[in-house]
């Protein structure tokens, strides 16, 4: 069965969830979408979404927007400011369970086990959703390819040379969509009560990342090493790739996909044409 016909298979399931991250559009037969702003949600229109107005600061916005709400997508909050997504989260939660809510489905983050670092709001979430009493799908979601494959196109592109501080160790990292395929299935299946699935892609290295772009550019790509501070904004994560953080892949993606995760060639391919080649 392809994902997306798992994704149709359920038709009487709300849904929490935010705009935008559904690639073509959300799961067929969820009904409520809930938003900050309403305004940004006209992809949803059409679809026989019905789009409430939700603040995770706004906690009485929560309780008229989780109304009716059965089984719940609670997308993690993007405030990354020190304590504040725990408190967002808490607040969702609270009124999750007062709405009535039975199931939650969270995206959390690998490492959550951890609970070290940019973890440690989703490790403290992860514990708050068991102790709400509410049965839970936890999706501790890897990084985006997205990411990476954007700032080593560009630098390709630009000198004909990617770089990084990885010092050639693995890292897996996943499509944005097929996360979100991911969680659509879990939405629309059966026998995720407390499961927790560690969504983790293909393992890949820098030097196969230029192999990966030459052959997708048709031009030679080289790979050199360089400091954190020289590597720019993803600098701040090859400290935990060279210490393995990222080394391990895992089935649950594919499992819940019904396929392979896509790899880094094809993610490429999808950017380099969407760039204009
Ligand atoms: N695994 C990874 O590699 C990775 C990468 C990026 C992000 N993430 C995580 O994914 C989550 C979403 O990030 P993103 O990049 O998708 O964020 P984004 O593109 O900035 O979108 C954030 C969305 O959340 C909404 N929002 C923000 N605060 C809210 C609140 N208080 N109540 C209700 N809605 C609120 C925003 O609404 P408005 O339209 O009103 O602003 C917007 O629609 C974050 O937890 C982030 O840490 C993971």
Redesign the pocket.
Known sequence: MEPRDLLRRRRDRPLLT????WGRGPPAGFRVA????PD?TADLTGRGVEVRR????DAASLDTALKGVDLLLL??????TPGV?VV?HRTVLERAVRAGVRHVVY?S??GAENGQGFSADHAATEEMIGESGLTYTLLR????SE?FVATALAQAKETGEIVSSTEGRPLNTARLRD?ALAAGAVLSGSGHDNAIYELRGPLWTYPELAEALARVLRRPVTCREVTDAEAGWLGSLFPMVRAGAFAQTGPDLSRLLGRPATGLEDTITAFAERAGG
């Open positions: 935010r705009p935008g991250r809930i938003a900050r702003t940004k939700g603040d995770y600061d997308v993690s909050g993007s405030d990354l997504r967002q995206t983050g690998i979601n890897t990084f985006y990411a996360l």
